[in-house]
């Protein structure tokens, strides 16, 4: 079982243009089971100080297919942790988000993807489970997900709105040093 946030340690978060962020992450085994029982909790921790939604394991350095979520519907904590997530189906129909994302802080765009989609994954206990989302859930896993195959949200946009908008991180980079 998870141990609590406070026992959690906080992870470095990596920023774009990382290379880390561009690689696609390995699928986990139960032989990561040790590893991920750190992992899993270190995760929301970091998610939950920086304040974000959704975090992937490799935006905290770690190349294996594990995410976190936390779209708190109704201001209640729902947590999700999400091992070997795969989208199982989507929907035709398309929604836009407003995205962000904590390795491109401060940076936000619209995003068109899928309204629907569900999700097949391994809880903390390695149960196989399923989650249909719509919505904010949907934008985020998918997001996440993406994560896991070295996408980033800009790759979404056109060119020019991408460049405008890397520059924009890079120059708030350079600023911060």
């Known amino acids: 079982m998870l141990e609590t946030h406070s026992e ?4 470095p978060i990596l920023i774009c243009p990382d290379p880390k962020l561009r ?14 029982r750190e992992l899993i ?25 594990v995410i976190t ?8 904590p729902a947590p999700i942790a999400l091992i070997n997530p795969e989208i199982i189906a989507k929907s ?12 491109v802080p401060d940076q936000y ?23 249909e989302a719509d919505g904010l859930l949907s934008a985020c896993l998918q997001h996440e997900i993406d994560h896991l195959n070295g996408v980033l949200f800009v790759d979404y946009l056109t060119p020019l709105k991408r460049n405008i908008l890397l520059r924009k991180l890079a120059k708030a980079q350079k600023d911060k040093k």
């Open 23 to 36: 690689k696609a992450a390995r699928a986990v085994t139960p032989d990561d089971a040790e590893e991920l």
């Open 41 to 65: 909790p270190d995760m929301f921790a970091t998610m939950y100080k920086a304040p974000g939604i959704g975090l992937a394991a490799p935006q905290v350095g770690r190349l294996l297919r």
């Open 92 to 103: 035709e129909e398309t929604a836009v988000h407003q995205e962000g994302c904590l390795s």
């Open 109 to 131: 765009a619209e995003v068109t993807r899928p309204a629907r989609v569900a999700v097949r994954y391994l809880d903390e206990n390695w149960t196989k489970r399923e989650i």
């Open 8 to 11: 959690a340690e906080l992870l």
């Open 69 to 76: 979520v936390d779209v708190a519907p109704n201001d209640e």
